[in-house]
Structures are given as structure tokens and as C-alpha cells.
């Protein structure tokens, strides 16, 4: 069985938000491509989410995007959007949230 790598589009405005917030911030964002796996001649495929991973107090917080819209933290039921995000990232700035 042969299977085909290719490279998971990223969604620009989406990349825009979260490094806009990390840069106002003045955190670091950290980005891994995902990638979708394809089962040659056969109907089957498998998608690697994109990463974005955020380091605040050393507390790491790793994001994934499966589908180029939503973003999820702890669960993929569960999408996160960037106002909740950014609280997120204020709280463990300001001390709310102990590593």
C-alpha cells in the first residue's frame, strides 16, 4: 500500500489572528504545518492538524486546526475562538493560572 503526503492549506487570516495576539502580547508563536495523508488508489486518507503552539510563563498551549476554521485546546468537540483564547493568554499573563 502506497500513500501520498501533501501539504494541509493554512488559512492566512486565521495565522493573522493568533500572531497578532501573541504579538501584542509579546509571546511567541511556533507553527507546524499539517499535512493529509492519502492510501494511493483507494478512498481512504488521514489529515496531521496544524500546531500552533503558544508558550506564556511556561505554560504551553498547543492549538489545532483541523479544517482551517476552528481551533481546539483540550478537546476536538470543544472549538475555542480567539476572544477565549486571548482571555486565556491574559489569565496565565496576569497570574490566574498556576503551571
Do not use: T
Amino acid at each position: 500500500m502506497k500513500f501520498e503526503k501533501e501539504k494541509l492549506p493554512l488559512n492566512n487570516n486565521l495565522y493573522n489572528k493568533l500572531n497578532n495576539i501573541c504579538n501584542f502580547s509579546n509571546i511567541r508563536l511556533e507553527v507546524v504545518n499539517g499535512l493529509i495523508f492519502k492510501a494511493k488508489d483507494m478512498n481512504i486518507s488521514f489529515i496531521e492538524p496544524h500546531r500552533f503552539v503558544i508558550v506564556v510563563n511556561d505554560i504551553k498551549l498547543v492549538l489545532l486546526c483541523y479544517d482551517n476554521l476552528n481551533l481546539y485546546l483540550y478537546e476536538k468537540d470543544k472549538p475555542i475562538n480567539i476572544p477565549i483564547l486571548k482571555e486565556i493568554i491574559d489569565g496565565i499573563k496576569g497570574g490566574i493560572y498556576n503551571g
